[in-house]
């Protein structure tokens, strides 16, 4: 059977109004120029917070210059409309002025998996709005390595060998391939620092799936590091496949059964709570947040992307939801001192810099 790449590829090219949610008319510019495609399988189109995201199917391959260009295009035009209804930060994500033939390190942010379908092919598409890449570190940890979480790691052999992570320096620009269950305390020594390890790719071990093929992806691109200042949060993307030798789906939504936090927020500035939401509420309002999460499920079968299932519209996740907004309550309550307000290291990449600069030349030493 021939492989199939999924693809999500999203940006942020104008809110409304303010950082909070993407005008429809955005969603109606990217669908019809995707619908012009013939080098798509499959497409949809939606959003998290302010963030324009596509959902593309296609046989090109991972880093494929024609997905990117058609990527590109689409948010180029979508940004024409956005400066058209005035919308906030229009192209915000749109960091240069010529395509280059992929659109890493250009603003845009990435998560694709190409992989050889099985007879049946669950994928979530988990998208992410007001927060950091590493805010995926402790929910894949948890489907890929935790059997308090993964029952399957346990009782289901197929589960029972583990997984080969692949984590990203994203501050050295280095990686480094590491398995569980034997390298768990190791692999927590690193991503437990979601602000510089960050979980890039998960692979299977054993012989029921190609080692070789992912069966988690997730997006690591860091816009203060490719723009040289603050320019918004990264609003990280993820893909997981699930059921038959994976965790179960079940399995792949219980990490957001508890609401942990991430960094971001509020001029991504901000420590606050993971709030998972159907499309419909992943709308930023809260201090521009709390930083949202959605999960979209697909079954892709030729190509198709049969779905999506809006997984966290779901009463089920009520009480995370609750849990969430208490959550925010007790962060908002320390206002501009930290935990809440980031350490004054990761300050450095937001605007602070701006006022420290003028109190500075102010200090004198002391004796």
Known sequence: MSKIT????????GGYPGHANVHPELIEVAQENLKKSDILEDFHVTHCGDDLELLMTHRKGEDSEEIHSLAW???????????????????????????SGNVKGMGPGVAEMEFTPRKAEPVVAFLMDKTEPGAFNLP???????????????????????????????????????????EIYDILALIGAKGRF??????????????????????????????????????????????????????????????????????????????PVGVKNAICTRFDGPPRAVALGFQVKDGKMNGPADLFDDPAFDPVREQSAR????MRRHGPFEPHRLPLEDMEYTTLPGVMKNLKRRFESVD
Not at 244 to 254: F, K, M, R, T, Y
Not at 327 to 330: M, N
């Open 73 to 99: 295009d689409t948010f180029q035009k979508a940004t024409e409309k956005a400066k058209e209804l005035g919308l906030y930060g229009a192209g915000q994500d749109m960091l240069s002025d010529a395509f």
């Open 6 to 13: 999924f693809s999500i590829i999203k940006a942020d090219v």
């Open 198 to 275: 960050v979980i890039k790719r998960v692979f299977p071990k054993g012989d029921k799936l190609p080692n070789d093929e992912p069966v988690a992806a997730i997006s690591t691109e860091k816009l203060y590091q490719i723009a040289g200042e603050y320019v918004g949060k990264d609003d990280p993307v993820a893909l997981v496949r699930a059921q038959s030798g994976l965790p179960a789906l079940g399995e792949v939504l219980e990490p957001f059964s508890h609401a942990f936090l991430v960094s971001g927020w509020m001029r991504g500035s901000h420590n606050g709570p993971i709030m």
């Open 327 to 330: 959550i925010a309550d007790y």
């Open 140 to 182: 894949i940890f948890k489907m890929f390595a935790d059997p308090f979480n993964t029952a399957g790691l346990v009782i289901d052999p197929s589960l029972h060998n583990g997984f080969r992570f692949e984590i990203w320096d994203i501050k050295e620009s280095k990686k480094i391939i590491m398995e569980t269950p034997e």
